[in-house]
């Protein structure tokens, strides 16, 4: 039986008789309390006063996660192609439920969070009015597309590069160009539309407030 002093957290049981009275186990699990706090008291605690805040990046790790169930056949890939490079590049192991709950397990916390990043980049939708710090990824006439995630850019157009009037994309930035830009919406196309010109207002703002830039 193990547990703390407030109360028992596991218990592992061979029953190999009939049946068991509630009186052999009210006595059996007295017997445990005594023991478990003797080991509590005498063994764990002047090793170890409280439990670590954080648990050791070596220790096996879980992660459960939720995504919309219709992101499922992403996540997968066509034949499991795209769920089989993730175990395979991060060593963890992802099991799918069918309501879009994923299980996340490995060896360690690296892992699991690197499987889990993996996933989040692939379902990724972002907030509309919400700030990217995002890489320029191409150029053409009517502005630049930015890359706010792994593999997802949006249009920043070329009246919204800048706060005032450029004749051209490159006068504002080039590829490689890191920048923050505001997610504005997206369209009925499903483009994503991005602004540059409304995310330095906003972060200006914020400069002069003192709040933070996130």
């Not at 005594?34 to 220790?59: F, G, T, W």
């Not at 692939?122 to 990824?137: A, D």
């Not at 890191?178 to 539309?193: S, Y």
Request: net charge negative; with cysteine.
């Amino acid at each position: 039986v193990a547990g703390t002093k407030k109360g028992i957290t596991a218990i592992q049981m061979d029953l190999k008789n009939d049946g068991l009275t509630m009186e052999i186990i009210k006595n059996a699990l007295d017997i445990t309390y005594d023991a478990r706090c003797e080991i509590l008291d005498q063994v764990m605690l002047p090793v170890i006063a409280e439990p670590r805040k954080e648990v050791s990046r070596y220790a096996p790790k879980m992660i459960t996660m939720h995504i919309d169930p219709d992101r499922i056949r992403e996540v997968i890939g066509k034949g499991g192609s795209v769920i089989q490079k993730i175990v395979a590049d991060t060593g963890a192991k992802v099991d799918i439920n069918d309501d879009g709950s994923i299980f996340i397990a490995a060896a360690d916390a690296a892992a699991c969070d690197a499987a889990k990043k993996c996933i989040d980049d692939i379902v990724f939708v972002p907030e509309i009015g919400k700030l990217y710090y995002g890489r320029v990824v191409r150029l053409m006439t009517f502005g630049a597309f930015i890359e706010i995630a792994p593999g997802k850019d949006g249009l920043c157009h070329i009246s919204k590069l800048a706060d005032h009037r450029i004749e051209k994309v490159e006068d504002a930035c080039k590829v490689g160009d890191m920048m923050w830009v505001k997610f504005m919406e997206i369209d009925e196309k499903g483009r994503w539309n991005l602004s540059h010109r409304d995310a330095m207002r906003e972060i200006a703002d914020k400069k002069a407030k003192g709040e933070p830039i996130q």
